[in-house]
T-cell receptor, first 114, second 112 residues
């Protein structure tokens, strides 16, 4: 069956450390993978998009990797701050036969302690 | 100010009533989407529209209906046929398929 899993429901880290969140999928062949941030009671906000032919993407303190052999994406936040505390969602984009719709994981709730 | 708006923020409904959730965008995006989010669950796609006067069912369309008469507007009706409508509803838009999606602030629907 097809699955997308973010393997930690919650992740607690100390301020200044690097947070690493994982997104694994099975039986999908995504063209893109996207990461979103969601704060409680609010809509998700887009962070980064990485294509199947890209290994790594960076934006300020954020870095995303995409390994289509392992069927895994890693999302890193370096020098983490309490303001980074939120739920982070990964989403697969299947261009073939799905109109480019997104398939979301359940999210990982990140808490950064001062 | 460009963006996507949803109203109301909170909505209470009695069992057996239909309710309509509003979604408006001024980003000039062609594609619009409705998602449902339940605690501990990922976002699940209800309906989507790639163009005016056309829309498609998503993964959980039963008990819902939509219309797309204008590019800017994509209202969602939760009908009495929806067995478990209490949830957080999110509307989103994107310029073309596969691109990043811009989400509204959400409507929290509670059935009393």
């Amino acid at each position: 069956s097809q699955k997308i899993e973010q393997n930690s429901e919650a992740l607690n880290i100390q301020e200044g450390k690097t947070a690493t969140l994982t997104c694994n999928y099975t039986n999908y062949s995504p063209a893109y993978l996207q990461w979103y941030r969601q704060d409680p009671g609010r809509g998700p906000v887009f962070l980064l998009l990485i294509r199947e032919n890209e290994k790594e993407k960076r934006k300020e303190r954020l870095k995303v990797t995409f390994d289509t052999t392992l069927k895994q994406s890693l999302f890193h936040i370096t020098a983490s701050q309490p303001a980074d505390s939120a739920t982070y969602l990964c989403a697969l984009v299947l261009m073939r036969g799905s109109q480019g719709n997104l398939i979301f994981g359940k999210g990982t709730k990140l808490s950064v302690k001062p | 100010d460009g963006g996507i708006t949803q109203s109301p923020k909170y909505l209470f409904r009695k069992e057996g009533q239909n309710v309509t959730l509003s979604c408006e965008q001024n980003l000039n995006h062609d594609a619009m989407y409705w998602y449902r989010q339940d605690p501990g669950q990922g976002l699940r796609l209800i309906y989507y529209s790639q163009i005016v006067n056309d829309f498609q069912k998503g993964d959980i369309a039963e008990g819902y209906s939509v219309s797309r008469e204008k590019k800017e507007s994509f209202p969602l009706t939760v009908t009495s046929a929806q067995k478990n409508p209490t949830a957080f509803y999110l509307c989103a838009s994107s310029p073309i398929r596969g691109n990043e999606q811009f989400f509204g602030p959400g409507t929290r629907l509670t059935v009393l």
